[in-house]
């Protein structure tokens, strides 16, 4: 038997059609009305490995005939209203959304359909129009920069797959910088020359066309532009650090507090951190061991990164997405363990955002198609990737998501909460 978890939005219109331009248009101004000003800032957290949706949302029980669940599991209702899985060994987990699940909002059954490594370092990051890809966080960036220097942060551990022209907004922080302590770690002083060396790219001959105007002017802008936001970095980075840096606190939270200061300060719109090392989120052996440590990890750095967003004033503007590279098996395997599945859930947090969960899967794992319009399986129905997920969170800051994708936003996830 199909179980769904669907939001069902616009059931108050009874059968009215509305359009979803105009939906959105309505979503979208009374957001606006709220008092809300200036671009949105997002945080992209990445747990590499992929997270297991049923130890967090996707709740079977024990009389699924294929939904493996942690012993001593339960379903649970937080304060807020949003349906979580609790677990004693996960009491951040219950914390967490009982103190800021009013604004989480949950996509389930998101689909991937690249489980090797370009899952994480590229499909699980990007839009893609007409054969060409972009990190998703660079096309906001984009349209919110107004020409000046707006970069993309991507902490150490974020490998991006692109081509420098596209690179041009993506701000790569030196990977020395976060892994020793602060008052051992400076900003290299070679960092521009590094920079540039490693795109291939001569220094001196790009500086010469820079100066003449010949050249390929949109590789020579866009080198250039790289090279001013490096030069924010050099100034900005160091000082974020000292000033947020816990030795006690994993690095992703670290990392996400650096972002913070410079979403504050005006330098960044938005940044990408991984939770853990690589592929610290695998758990082909020992599953529940691995996974509940690493979960119980993830809501506690994520409630440290709130609580720091709402002393910098950043709670209006601040939209948290936390995603896998793609989920984990319904089912153990013989070794204790699951394997890499092509479905998983996404997680959002931020004003605006509608509390609960959209989307679902069925008893075998796979993603529930539904109508993004209205968040029904009625209608005209697809399946979930990640490029729905992104296509939402860029209308609900108000950029142009057309412009890089024809997947559609999920109205479930919007008009939420002021």
Request: glycine share 12%; charged share 15%.
């Amino acid at each position: 038997m199909i179980q769904k978890k669907i939001m069902s939005y616009g059931r108050s219109i009874h059968g009215l059609a509305i359009s979803f331009t105009l939906a959105m248009a309505v979503i979208f101004a009374a957001e606006s009305a709220s008092g809300d000003s200036g671009p949105k800032v997002f945080l992209h957290l990445i747990c590499d490995g992929g997270i297991d949706p049923a130890m967090v949302f996707e709740w079977k029980g024990a009389g699924s005939n294929s939904f493996a669940a942690e012993p001593g599991s339960i379903k649970r209702t937080s304060l807020s209203g949003l349906v979580h899985v609790s677990h004693p060994a996960r009491p951040s987990v219950d914390s967490f959304f009982d103190q800021w699940g009013n604004k989480s909002a949950v996509l389930n059954g998101v689909g991937t359909s690249d489980l090797g490594a370009h899952a994480v370092y590229g499909s699980a990051l990007e839009l893609e129009l007409s054969g060409k890809r972009k990190v998703w966080l660079s096309t906001y960036a984009e349209d919110f920069g107004k020409g000046r220097p707006a970069p993309v942060i991507a902490f150490p551990g974020i490998r991006l797959e692109a081509s420098p022209e596209e690179l041009a907004l993506i701000g790569r922080v030196p990977a020395n910088l976060l892994t020793t302590s602060p008052a051992a770690s400076s900003f290299p002083g070679s960092v521009r020359e590094r920079l540039f060396r490693d795109l291939r790219v001569d220094y001196t001959s790009l500086a010469s066309l820079i100066r003449s105007g010949s050249g390929d002017a949109i590789k020579v802008r866009g080198y250039d532009k790289q090279f001013r936001m490096q030069q924010v970095f050099e100034a900005s980075i160091p000082g974020y650090v000292n000033s947020v840096h816990n030795a006690a606190q994993p690095d992703f939270v670290n990392q996400a507090k650096v972002a913070l200061e410079m979403f504050s300060s005006g330098k960044s719109l938005a940044a990408m951190v991984r939770v853990g090392g690589r592929s610290s989120w695998a758990s082909s052996s020992s599953h529940f061991l691995t996974q509940s440590a690493a979960i119980e990890n993830l809501f506690d750095g994520l409630d440290e990164i709130l609580n720091h967003a709402y002393g910098s004033g950043l709670q209006t503007k601040l939209v948290l997405v936390v995603s896998g590279a793609y989920g984990r098996t319904p089912w153990l395997n013989a070794a204790g363990g699951k394997d890499p599945w092509p479905v998983s859930s996404m997680m959002f947090w931020g004003n605006g955002l509608r509390s609960g969960v959209t989307g679902g899967t069925d008893d075998v794992g796979r993603g529930i198609k539904i109508d993004p319009r209205f968040g029904t399986t009625t209608g005209d129905t697809i399946s979930l990737n990640f490029q729905n997920a992104y296509a939402s969170m860029l209308f609900h800051a108000g950029a142009n998501y057309k412009k890089w994708t024809s997947a559609l936003p999920v109205s479930g996830l919007l008009g939420g909460n002021q």
